[in-house]
Nanobody, 122 residues
Framework: QVQLVESGGGLVQAGGSLRLSCAASGRTLSSYVMGWFRQTPGKEREFVAVINWSGSATIYTNSVKGRFTISRDNAKNTVYLQMNSLKPEDTAVYYC???????????????WGQGTQVTVSS
């Protein structure tokens, strides 16, 4: 089991940027595929981006392609989500999660952080 702690959320105006970080402890991050997900009240948690073990491959949901970038630094046991050109519809609680499989389904991720709030004002 790996412990995950997100940080970097906050309030930003539309068009602005934020960088989320997810720090891992307890296990070596390079053993895991890492994903970012988000959730708004009353809705299911949805996939945002995933990065494979080495960082050589990524997948994004269509709504964030070209605006968000997922990356990882295994030496620092940290995963990042750079979010540019933010829109009000990006407002959500953002979670990082770890999986042993390079897939996007929420159900395949076993370890989750506590989440960090991102609010984009119009």
């Amino acid at each position: 089991q790996v412990q995950l702690v997100e940080s970097g959320g906050g309030l930003v105006q539309a068009g602005g940027s934020l960088r989320l970080s997810c720090a891992a402890s307890g296990r070596t991050l390079s053993s895991y595929v890492m994903g970012w997900f988000r959730q708004t009240p009353g809705k299911e948690r949805e996939f945002v981006a995933v990065i494979n073990w080495s960082g050589s491959a990524t997948i994004y949901t269509n709504s964030v392609k070209g605006r968000f970038t997922i990356s990882r630094d295994n030496a620092k046991n940290t995963v990042y989500l750079q979010m540019n050109s933010l829109k009000p519809e990006d407002t959500a609680v953002y979670y990082c999660a770890a999986s042993s499989l390079y897939l996007v389904s929420t159900e395949l991720y076993n370890d989750w952080g506590q989440g960090t709030q991102v609010t984009v004002s119009s």
